[in-house]
């Protein structure tokens, strides 16, 4: 029961700080807030405010703040439609905004109790790849083409969502005490039938070393939020070139409250310490998730809606509202279909 409440707390709290966001910066801006809730379904818990409705909800996933004028012409002049364009663009991405700050808030958290990854080469497997490449044990890889590495998970995202890639690697190699050389090579990864993917041939040795100054916190914990980011986008082209199949990409709330609650029940033997930085952890994970899915330019997402406020302030004129309304609702009705194909694909999964 202490798993399930962990895991709704949350996911309400990653809910209560988007919906805080659209909340905070439409009272900034004037706009009427109709309703405040947390939650889907019927209300549990129900109070009215001078102008607001606060609203706590049956089932604990998902919330909403309702604007006058969001969805319908108003004239009041404190509706959402009446109000520039550039206030309504604040309000919309406040929400996925405040899920970035809140991820980063406890990716500080995560920093400053168990420091930063330090990593490198600890062994190369004869007549491998990165052995013919010239790479050698103690050598620390800091770039893959593009991609700058932090940790050496930033090299396993990008090897699984970029297969058999060449792949043009810069690393430094330790050259006496403190003292570094650069150098750069190229590989091209193999495939391992045993192992089912494509691999460069290290091992990889890892250490968390505590942060030597405030800067450090910021570098790293930024760090973990943007790794958040980039491995979204990395599962998310995995799914669509095919790589990944939909049920083992996606997961719903009833797994993801499942597999929290197995952390914590696993965490919980070891101390409440460990216990609260696996919440942290998965806070961060859920809140950098969330602000990105609602950035996505899908409609009655977010990132739909600033689609339509971005094409209004280039034209200089809004889309009529009621054809911007029904791609909304359309958007809304696939999303819905899609929510009740992820419960059943959780719920086969569980059995």
């Given at each position: 029961?202490?798993?399930?409440?962990?895991?709704v707390?949350?996911?309400?709290?990653?809910?209560l700080?988007?919906?805080?966001?659209?909340?905070?910066?439409?009272?900034?801006?004037?706009?009427?807030?109709?309703?405040?809730?947390?939650?889907?379904?019927?209300?549990?818990?129900?109070?009215?405010?001078?102008?607001?409705?606060?609203?706590?909800?049956i089932?604990?996933?998902?919330?909403?703040?309702?604007?006058?004028?969001?969805?319908?012409?108003d004239?009041?002049p404190?509706?959402?439609?009446?109000?520039?364009?550039?206030?309504?663009?604040?309000?919309?991405?406040?929400?996925?905004?405040?899920?970035?700050?809140?991820?980063f808030?406890?990716?500080?958290?995560?920093?400053?109790?168990?420091?930063?990854?330090?990593?490198?080469?600890?062994?190369?497997?004869?007549?491998?790849?990165?052995a013919?490449?010239?790479?050698?044990?103690?050598?620390?890889?800091?770039?893959?083409?593009?991609?700058?590495?932090?940790?050496?998970?930033?090299?396993?995202?990008?090897?699984?969502?970029?297969?058999g890639?060449?792949?043009?690697?810069?690393?430094?190699?330790?050259?006496?005490?403190?003292?570094?050389?650069?150098?750069?090579?190229?590989?091209?990864?193999?495939?391992?039938?045993?192992?089912?993917?494509?691999?460069?041939?290290?091992?990889?040795?890892?250490?968390?070393?505590?942060?030597?100054?405030?800067?450090?916190?910021?570098?790293?914990?930024?760090?973990?939020?943007?790794?958040?980011?980039?491995?979204?986008?990395?599962?998310?082209?995995?799914?669509?070139?095919?790589?990944?199949?939909?049920?083992?990409?996606?997961?719903?709330?009833?797994?993801?409250?499942?597999?929290?609650?197995?952390?914590?029940?696993?965490?919980?033997?070891?101390?409440?310490?460990?216990?609260?930085?696996?919440?942290?952890?998965?806070?961060?994970?859920?809140?950098?998730?969330?602000?990105?899915?609602?950035?996505?330019?899908?409609?009655?997402?977010?990132?739909?809606?600033?689609?339509?406020?971005?094409?209004?302030?280039?034209?200089?004129?809004?889309?009529?509202?009621?054809?911007?309304?029904?791609?909304?609702?359309?958007?809304?009705?696939?999303?819905?279909?899609?929510?009740?194909?992820?419960?059943?694909?959780?719920?086969?999964?569980?059995?």
């Amino acid at each position: 029961m202490l798993n399930i409440i962990a895991a709704v707390l949350v996911f309400g709290l990653i809910v209560l700080v988007h919906e805080f966001g659209h909340f905070l910066l439409a009272k900034l801006n004037g706009i009427g807030v109709v309703e405040f809730s947390i939650g889907m379904g019927p209300r549990l818990l129900s109070w009215q405010g001078k102008e607001t409705r606060y609203s706590v909800k049956i089932l604990p996933f998902g919330g909403s703040c309702m604007m006058l004028g969001e969805d319908e012409k108003d004239t009041d002049p404190s509706a959402f439609n009446n109000k520039s364009v550039w206030a309504r663009i604040s309000v919309v991405f406040a929400g996925p905004a405040f899920n970035f700050i809140l991820a980063f808030l406890f990716a500080v958290i995560i920093v400053l109790n168990i420091g930063y990854q330090k990593f490198e080469i600890s062994e190369v497997t004869e007549g491998s790849p990165a052995a013919e490449a010239g790479l050698l044990p103690g050598d620390v890889i800091t770039r893959v083409n593009s991609r700058k590495i932090t940790a050496y998970e930033d090299i396993q995202i990008y090897m699984l969502a970029n297969p058999g890639e060449t792949l043009r690697v810069q690393y430094r190699r330790p050259a006496g005490e403190d003292q570094w050389t650069t150098g750069e090579t190229v590989l091209t990864p193999e495939y391992s039938k045993e192992q089912g993917r494509y691999l460069m041939g290290v091992t990889f040795i890892s250490r968390y070393v505590k942060a030597e100054n405030p800067g450090q916190v910021l570098y790293y914990s930024a760090y973990q939020v943007k790794y958040c980011v980039t491995s979204t986008f990395d599962s998310l082209k995995m799914l669509f070139t095919r790589q990944v199949q939909v049920d083992e990409a996606v997961a719903g709330p009833v797994r993801i409250v499942a597999m929290i609650g197995e952390n914590v029940e696993e965490s919980r033997e070891i101390g409440l310490p460990v216990m609260a930085l696996t919440l942290c952890y998965w806070s961060l994970i859920l809140s950098a998730s969330l602000g990105i899915m609602n950035l996505l330019p899908l409609p009655a997402l977010d990132g739909g809606r600033l689609v339509f406020l971005v094409i209004e302030a280039v034209r200089g004129k809004g889309i009529d509202q009621e054809k911007e309304g029904m791609v909304h609702m359309a958007g809304l009705l696939i999303l819905m279909a899609l929510m009740v194909f992820v419960l059943f694909n959780d719920i086969r999964s569980l059995l």
